[in-house]
């Protein structure tokens, strides 16, 4: 409670006396009713110990610290599909809550393929925070094509990834080797300790960066190499995607990675999946709210940096998603056009 001290050397009347105790006593009694005013925003994120639940903890906690309006809340899910499951089963959930989204999941909630049954058009970016570039990793220095994985093991992101579900589409349609490898699922830490402990042939791996920036590996590939050092790396061809794209309904992205990215045995480029990470809301929700979250992201990225350094945001590629302006939500694409920042980079 603020302690008020009034000294006066006139002596003041009673009734005034009074009347100011009521003004000052409605006066600190208004401070709860406006920090009750906040609106009070959900966060759909990964489960703990993923790069998409530690960004949007930071960010929830950089909203939480610096906004007058707007309160934050963590709701963890299993990922990038649920998220928009949601978004399409239950409409009441769209105007209160924000969600980590996929680039290639979003199309295909758009379409209503793949995990969709129903096309759902309302998602709006607010910010791009992580882009991967996913390749194949191994210890076998002779694995460099389509080939040379048949009789291999292969471990893949889950297929509620969207990079999960190409790598299965190129072993059993576009390669058509599905029937002479062995495909296994498992999240990013599980496919890296399968790779150390030599149990898997070969497993998808990523490095992370912004698009037009420096690649640098992930924390689990990182961690690896120190502990386990001499992997080599297969990318794919252009061919891969254009056929890939055919089977899964919507143009799947790629993108070259420089030599090194991956690491030392990286000596040429590699063509990898792209794995574009961004916050997004529904376009119904208001874009007062989107726009302070905007705001203070931008303001605060190097506060987020710090606090998350693991990938990092960089203020003139915040909004590099190689999609069209209309795709941000009018909040985000408010501030960033207020503050000079490149939307979209179609």
């Known amino acids: 409670m603020t302690r008020l001290r009034v000294d006066s050397m006139i002596p003041l009347p009673a009734a005034l006396v009074g ?6 006593l ?20 990964l489960r703990p110990g993923t790069g998409s639940y530690g960004f949007s903890q930071v960010l929830a906690d950089l909203v939480n610290k610096y906004s007058k309006s707007v309160t934050l809340h963590l709701r ?12 399409t089963t239950k409409p009441q959930e769209r105007t209160s809550n924000i969600f980590t989204a996929e680039l290639v999941t ?10 969709y049954k129903e096309p759902y058009a309302g998602t709006r970016a607010i ?39 190409i790598v299965e589409a190129l072993v059993k349609d576009v390669w058509k080797i599905g029937d002479r490898v062995t495909l296994s699922h498992g999240l990013p830490t599980v496919v890296v300790r399968a790779l ?40 794919f061809t252009p061919e891969d995607f254009k056929v890939a794209s055919k ?7 790629s993108d070259v990675v420089s030599p090194g990215s991956y690491g030392p045995n990286q000596k040429e480029p590699i063509r990898g999946i792209v794995s574009a990470l961004f916050w997004a809301a529904d376009a119904s929700m208001d874009p007062g709210i989107v726009y302070e979250i905007t705001r ?51």
Request: no cysteine; hydrophobic share 45%; aromatic share 10%.
């Open 19 to 24: 009347g100011v105790m009521v003004v000052l």
């Open 26 to 45: 409605v006066a600190a009694s208004g401070e709860p009713a406006q920090a009750q005013e906040r609106r009070q925003i959900g966060v759909f994120a």
């Open 76 to 87: 963890t899910t299993s990922g990038a599909a649920e998220h928009l499951r949601i978004m």
């Open 106 to 115: 979003v199309l295909w909630a758009q379409k209503g393929v793949e995990f």
């Open 127 to 165: 910010s791009l925070f992580s882009n991967a570039t996913l390749a194949l990793a191994s210890y076998d220095r002779n694995i460099r094509t389509k080939d040379d994985l048949i009789g291999k093991r292969i471990m893949a992101y889950p297929r509620f990834f969207s990079a999960g579900r």
């Open 196 to 235: 150390g402990d030599r149990t898997v042939d070969v497993g998808q791996v990523d490095v992370e960066g912004m698009p037009g920036g420096p690649w640098h590996v992930g924390e689990e590939l990182n961690q690896l190499q120190i502990l386990k050092p001499g992997i080599y790396f297969m990318g």
């Open 247 to 253: 089977v899964l309904g919507v143009d799947v992205p």
């Open 296 to 346: 203070i992201l931008y303001e605060r990225v190097q506060e987020l940096n710090q606090a998350y350094p693991s990938s990092v945001l960089i203020r003139d590629k915040m909004a590099a998603l190689n999609m069209t302006a209309d795709f941000f939500h009018p909040g985000a694409a408010t501030f960033f056009k207020k503050v000079g920042v490149p939307i979209g980079l179609k």
